[in-house]
């Protein structure tokens, strides 16, 4: 008989269409002004209110038995709120999590460029003095060291700006400022560079390592 009156039909496109309605007035509108905005004691009133404007209109628009009354009036209502709720509450985390990791990587990004701007010129400084040091004791070394410092100061300028550069190419300039050093340290330090893994086909931020191995000159074997 229903199948006959089309009156199964219609109850099923009007609850179809009640559902969709309460889960996007709910996950449109509701969510994002109301609980997403910490306005909790507004967004549970509103949440009220649209139930029993829910089940004002559900009434007027087709009879429900009572077997259904409870299902239709009451659950329908909380479980198509709850689900745009939630759907609605990871959609807003999983943005906010990606804004907070491109923050987080802008943030390293203006460090590490900070970093170098530091470095470059700390650094060159540093480089001549040791030249002019070799140069003034008319060392043998003083010819190596200035080519040495013209590859480390090609790499600084055609690699460093790079947002990845290899992990060779970085551990050769790290090994050309380790040789660097060497030239003008006294004979008896000691200078060891250990390498393991393979290194051929990583990528790393450039100048990544060179402040510590700085340090460690300074205030390890730097005398």
Known sequence: AFFQTGEL????????????????????????RLLLKNKKLAYFFCVMLTIACSKCLI?????????????????????????GAAIRIYQQW???????????EQKNLTELQVLKNQLNPH????????????SFKKSDDAPEAILTLSEL?????????????????????IKNF???????LIKKAKINLSIKGNINDQKIRPLLFISYIENAFKHGVDI
Request: proline fraction near 3%; aromatic fraction near 16%.
């Open 94 to 104: 999983s943005i906010d999590e990606k804004n907070k990791k491109k923050i987080e």
């Open 9 to 32: 039909a219609a109850n099923v496109f009007y609850r179809i269409a009640y559902a969709m309605a309460i889960f996007y007035l709910n996950y449109s509108f509701l969510v994002p």
């Open 178 to 184: 380790i040789a660097l050093q060497r030239m003008r």
């Open 123 to 134: 650094f060159l400084f540093n480089s001549l003095n040791s030249i002019y040091s070799l």
């Open 59 to 83: 009434e007027t628009l087709f009879p429900i038995s009572s077997v259904n009354r409870t299902a239709a009036l009451v659950f329908f209502p909380i479980i198509n709120i709850v689900l």
């Open 153 to 173: 100061m090609r790499y600084m300028i055609y690699k460093a700006n790079n947002d990845f550069v290899l992990l060779r190419e970085d551990i050769e300039y």
